[in-house]
């Protein structure tokens, strides 16, 4: 069945969900801080809205894809939220990477207006959401998961509902951490097959597909051999990221000092000017 769908943050990620929803047959509905972003999906008959509080009201689903808590948290709660000015009845899917508590503050802010809320984050980067195979993990009530499920096909391959609201971003943060570590060990290993003077390429083609294999290292490890560093994903979404997962544990009295490791490491890469780029450009710190 198509839908009013409402999308809101059209970026690297973003853009691709959402011209996946055009494709689907349903009717977009968009908004981003900056309308260039969102020139092409308006070329394909998506509608644009001035405001979150504009576009709320005209959609049966609103999904949103925007930066940072501070980004979720204005778009959503307030008199000009997406929380307060979507129509009764309507659900409204975050898939940002943000605060597992934040997500239960805006379910509680829903439910208050009979409006559904999903926290629903994903993984996969910009080729999962290019492709339509991203990772999605949701939190919230089973029915709310149930009726969005035909949209999460069309935008992922592994849908999987952890529990009630913040159970998606605490599964993210897990997903995270994961990465954070490895993240350290595909640059790492790269830099000493450098060192050693081998060829990264043929040293990829003896490890990726044995114990040492990951998507981080069959994905991005070709993208540091190639010296591509333009973001999939960017570091200063990475450091957001590590930073929310460092809180809630301290919150559940949980060190990760791997983590915290990966942290401080990124943060060098960052101030060495690299906020902008992809994820992989770690490595430049064992080079440069």
């Keep these: 069945m198509d839908m009013d769908i409402g999308f809101i943050g059209t970026g690297v990620m973003g853009r691709s969900m959402a011209g996946h929803l055009l494709e689907a ?8 801080r900056t ?10 008959g998506a509608a644009w809205h001035e405001s979150p509080a504009a576009l709320a009201p005209a959609c049966d689903v609103v999904i949103t894809m925007v930066g940072y808590p501070s980004d979720v948290e204005a778009v959503y709660l307030g008199e000009d939220g997406l929380a307060a000015n979507a129509k009764p009845g309507a659900t409204l899917i ?11 503050r805006i379910h509680a ?30 939190g919230g009530g089973q029915a709310a998961f149930d009726a969005m ?16 609201p913040g159970a998606g971003q605490h599964t993210k943060m897990c ?6 570590s490895g993240m350290l060990g595909v640059c790492e290993a790269l830099a000493y097959a450098k060192r050693a003077g081998l060829d990264p390429s043929t040293v990829l083609a003896s490890i990726e597909s044995g114990a040492a294999g990951s998507w ?21 979404h990475f450091i957001k990221d590590m930073k929310i ?26 101030d060495l000017g690299f906020a902008e780029k992809g994820t992989q450009s770690l490595y430049r710190l064992y080079t440069e």
Aim: net charge neutral; charged share 25%; aromatic share 4%.
């Design 25 to 32: 047959g349903h009717r977009l509905h968009v908004y981003t």
């Design 35 to 44: 309308k260039s972003k969102a020139e092409e999906l308006l070329a394909r």
């Design 94 to 104: 975050d898939m940002t990477t943000s605060s597992p508590a934040l997500a239960r």
């Design 109 to 138: 802010a829903a439910a208050e207006r009979g409006v559904e809320a999903l926290d629903a984050p994903v993984s996969g980067g910009d080729v999962g959401a290019r492709e339509a195979r991203l990772s999605i993990m949701v």
């Design 149 to 164: 499920r035909p949209i999460f096909d069309v935008l992922g391959k592994n849908v999987v509902r952890q529990g009630g």
């Design 175 to 180: 997903n995270q951490i994961a990465i954070a």
């Design 216 to 236: 981080s290292l069959s994905n991005l490890a070709p993208r540091i051999v190639a010296g591509n560093f333009e973001p999939g994903f960017y570091v200063k």
């Design 245 to 270: 997962a460092l809180d809630s544990a301290e919150e559940m009295g949980l060190e990760l000092p791997g983590l915290a490791l990966a942290r401080t490491l990124y943060e060098r890469l960052s």
